[in-house]
């Protein structure tokens, strides 16, 4: 064998090598079939049990599936402890799974933008610069949650926990700033994330629109709707918003919102008021 031959048989099972580590297609799509076929660990399912209300709900099919993405999305996406916080299974478990309800039944991309989670103990403060008669003003809000389009999902893990434990008060931070990620999957924020067939999306215009807007006028005039009047801030918050609502109060939703929950349902391929007789 010559010098050239060897040298050559090293680049390429070094670039094969790499091609498998960083997961490109065709090898990703074989590495993500290996890991949904791998047994689920006990312990994290009961993670699932003890912080996911919804996967109690969840009939078996769509948990085998749910625990497939789960085992996907940890090896895939990364999560660092904020302010102290050491980051534990209970944590990325519990993040994940809300994470990929939102992928159930749909081909999955995984959130191919996404790569680190950060994740803090609690709210945290979070600072914005904003351009005021041509002069930067910095701001600092608190916080429980941010979707960033450089590839950061952020949340605050006490909210994420009691959200997740608890669908009564329809608000979760974790399926709120995983929907921004979905919506955020063709570079923009707008409320229209990417629909599976081009002509979904004038029915989808015309009713998130409606929607939103009725939202809007609900929220000036201070009359009450079961999604959250933070909804009505912009049309990516509105998707947000609608998107807790859908999987934590369905019957509400139904029942106020049918063209919305018709919409969300054809979207996400899922209908929670199956799921369970005593939903919300």
Known sequence: MTTFTLAFLLIAATALFLIFALGTHPFRSYRRKGLMAMPFPPEWEQVLNRNVALYRRLPDSLKKQLQGLIRVFLAEKAFEGCAGLEITDQIKVTIAAQACILLLNRKPTYYPKLYTILVYPGA????????????????????????????????????????????????????????????????????????????????????????????????????????????????????????????????????????????LKGYFGLNPLEWSENGN
């Open 124 to 263: 945290y403060v979070a600072k914005k610069t904003t351009v005021v008669h041509m002069h930067h003003v910095e701001e600092r809000t608190v916080r429980a949650g941010e979707s960033w389009t450089t590839g950061s999902v952020v949340l605050a893990w006490d909210h994420v926990r009691q959200e997740a434990i608890d669908l009564r008060e329809g608000h979760n931070v974790a399926l709120h700033e995983f929907a921004h990620q979905l919506d955020q999957e063709d570079g923009r924020a707008d409320g229209a994330p990417i629909l599976e067939k081009p002509s979904s999306y004038l029915a989808w215009a015309r009713v998130l629109s409606k929607e939103y807007e009725d939202l809007q006028r609900k929220v000036l005039s201070g009359r009450p709707d079961i999604m959250d009047a933070y909804g009505a801030t912009n049309p990516a918050e509105f998707f947000a918003v609608a998107t807790e609502t859908f999987f934590e109060r369905p019957n509400q939703m139904k029942l106020k919102h049918p063209e919305l929950y018709e919409e």
